[in-house]
Nanobody, 120 residues
Framework: VQLVESGGGTVQAGGSLRLSCAVS????????MAWYRQAPGKQRELVGF????????NYADSVKGRFTISRDNAKNTMYLQMNSLKPEDTAVYYC??????????????WGQGTQVTVSS
């Protein structure tokens, strides 16, 4: 199973970026997916997650109203639309997919991360 993030880069404060996370190589169902981020010298933190069908999302307070998570299950892809970016959003962004394995077991897979830099 492979998760590949894309769409990172450098943007000025107030700008927008859209990250993608594509899942490949799995025959198992993809359930909840999530975005995390890790800034230099800080612990990895949850940005938000989206339910299996995409009907439910939840966000960290720091990004509510600015970030939107969506998914296209036909493409096994999750997205993170980031608007009104701030310098404090600078971090490496990681996606995580939880797969339903045989015998009702769940396993988390992570992407390699993509850098987002917001300049002031």
């Amino acid at each position: 199973v492979q998760l590949v993030e894309s769409g990172g880069g450098t943007v000025q404060a107030g700008g927008s970026l859209r990250l993608s996370c594509a899942v490949s190589g799995s025959t198992f169902s993809i359930t909840t997916m999530a975005w995390y981020r890790q800034a230099p010298g800080k612990q990895r933190e949850l940005v938000g997650f989206i339910s299996t069908t995409g009907g439910r999302t939840n966000y960290a307070d720091s990004v509510k109203g600015r970030f939107t998570i969506s998914r296209d299950n036909a493409k096994n892809t999750m997205y993170l639309q980031m608007n009104s970016l701030k310098p404090e959003d600078t971090a490496v962004y990681y996606c995580k997919a939880t797969l339903l394995m045989p015998v009702a077991r769940y396993y988390d897979y992570w992407g390699q991360g993509t850098q987002v830099t917001v300049s002031s």
